[in-house]
Each structure stands twice: as structure tokens, then as C-alpha cells.
């Protein structure tokens, strides 16, 4: 079973990488600071668990341990344990969920290692939204899309948000980064993905005549100003969700929710 240490002092030194979690200026999962990735919430911190991001140090109150036992037996990773009050003073608000994982990031994976064997892929261009980026690897995972790629301006997937948001997705699809786009758009037409642009424009094919290729990748643009032009051009064809009159456009992981949910239906 996992060592239970229980802790009475929110100023304990052994739980200081769980503090001030809203605090811009201290956020512990910020790649330029501790680096670390947070995980909240049992069913987050289970995926953790079973994800090449391995926890060093487990926080929540008793009920969270019971329903983590399980998962917990053999690793050998401490579980804080502490009350709700005590909690809330270490990560500065009350957690509605019990319990935080932590982990360190393992080094990042490249392209060419998120790619092998990749049917479907996202591909991100000046995504900066976390929860967008949150809802688009749970999206991902229900609907069977492989991996996801940023390319230029886009958050990092590992920031606690967007971490609870894909429901701990981001720790098990594959992601890298690439090279700037829209450069880089040659390496996945060589590797045989079909690049396709996503656009609300009504000259541009549908999703379901567009998506031919055996392996698609889908880029997807930041909310309001969408993909660049340049990115547009470099594309093999461009799509679009049909939509009612009046719309002009739908929220990016929405967008990218249908484009999945086409590729199911395609193949």
C-alpha cells in the first residue's frame, strides 16, 4: 500500500508542490518553473497512474484514499493526507474534487514518435485557450483521434486546467511539437497524411467529400481569427462543417469533436 502521511500544517514543507496552485507567479506546472504536472481528481489521477507520467507525491483527504487504494498498492509514491480545510489552505481554494497528483515531465516526444502508426491528428495552430485545448484531448479520445500536434502560439497541454478538462486525456494521447508551420506541413505529407484545413468558409468541401486520404491530419485554428492563410495555402484541401445560415462559425473543439466523429464514419 501507498505510505499514508497524514498532515495537520499547511505550511508543511513536504506538501510545497501543491501550493498556491492559483497563483500565477508561483504555479508549480509552469515548464519554466518546477515543471510539474498536476493531476485533480480520482478519475484524473487514475489515468496519472496509468500514464508514462509518473506521480512522485499523491494530496487529498481520506475518502480520495479509499477510492485510490487500489490503484495505489505498490507505487511507491506518498499520500498526503489531510482535511479539506487543510487542503484548501495549501492550494490556495477549496478543492471540490479531494485529491492532486504530481508528477515531472518526462521528456517531450517528437513528431516522428507521435506519428508511427497515426491514422487521425490533430493539428494545432495558435490554440491558446487551456480548456480548449483540455476539451479537445478528450474529444480526441471518445472519438479515436491518434495524436495531436501543435504548431505556432499554442498553451501548454500540460497546465492544470487542461489537464482536468480532457479528464486526463493530455496524459495519454500522444503530443509533440512541430517545427512552424506552415513548413513542417511537408513532413506529415511525406510520412502519407492527407492535410486538411478546417474553415467555415462555404466554398470549401464538406468534411465527409473532403476527408479521402487513410491518413488525415486536420488542422484546427485558435478561436475567432482561425488557421493563417499561409497555413490555409500550404493545406491539401480545405473543409468545412456545414452549419445553419446566421453561423459563422463553431468553437474549436467543438470543430474538432465533428471532424473526429467524420473520420469514424469514414472509415
Do not use: W
Request: glycine fraction near 8%; charge should be negative.
Amino acid at each position: 500500500m501507498a505510505e499514508v502521511i497524514d498532515i495537520d500544517d499547511p505550511a508543511d514543507p513536504r506538501v510545497a508542490d501543491f501550493r498556491d496552485l492559483s497563483n500565477a507567479d508561483r504555479r508549480p506546472d509552469l515548464p519554466g518553473g518546477k515543471g510539474l504536472v498536476i493531476a485533480e481528481g480520482t478519475v484524473v489521477v487514475e489515468r496519472m497512474l496509468a500514464s508514462r507520467f509518473a506521480p512522485f507525491a499523491v494530496l487529498g483527504v481520506a475518502r480520495r484514499y479509499e477510492l485510490l487504494a487500489e490503484q495505489l498498492a505498490g507505487v511507491p509514491v506518498p499520500y498526503y493526507r489531510a482535511t479539506a480545510e487543510v487542503m484548501a489552505e495549501i492550494v490556495g481554494f477549496h478543492l471540490n474534487r479531494g485529491v492532486l497528483a504530481a508528477a515531472r515531465r518526462p521528456p517531450e516526444l517528437t513528431a516522428e514518435q507521435v506519428l508511427a502508426g497515426a491514422r487521425t491528428v490533430a493539428v494545432l495552430e495558435g490554440v491558446n485557450d487551456h480548456e480548449n485545448i483540455g476539451s479537445i484531448f478528450r474529444n480526441a479520445a471518445g472519438l479515436g483521434a491518434d495524436a495531436v500536434l501543435f504548431g505556432d502560439r499554442c498553451s501548454d497541454p500540460l497546465y492544470r486546467r487542461s489537464v482536468r478538462v480532457s479528464m486526463g486525456h493530455v496524459l495519454r494521447i500522444p503530443f509533440a511539437q512541430l517545427p512552424p508551420l506552415p513548413g513542417s506541413l511537408d513532413m506529415l505529407r511525406d510520412k502519407g497524411l492527407q492535410i486538411i484545413a478546417l474553415t467555415p468558409d462555404p466554398k470549401a468541401d464538406t468534411l465527409a467529400t473532403a476527408m479521402t486520404g487513410e491518413r488525415v491530419a486536420l488542422l484546427l485554428g485558435a478561436e475567432g481569427p482561425g488557421l493563417t492563410e499561409e497555413t490555409m495555402r500550404a493545406s491539401d484541401t480545405r473543409a468545412r462543417i456545414p452549419m445553419t445560415p446566421g453561423t459563422d462559425s463553431l468553437n474549436v473543439a467543438t470543430a474538432a469533436a465533428m471532424a473526429f466523429y467524420e473520420r469514424v464514419r469514414a472509415q
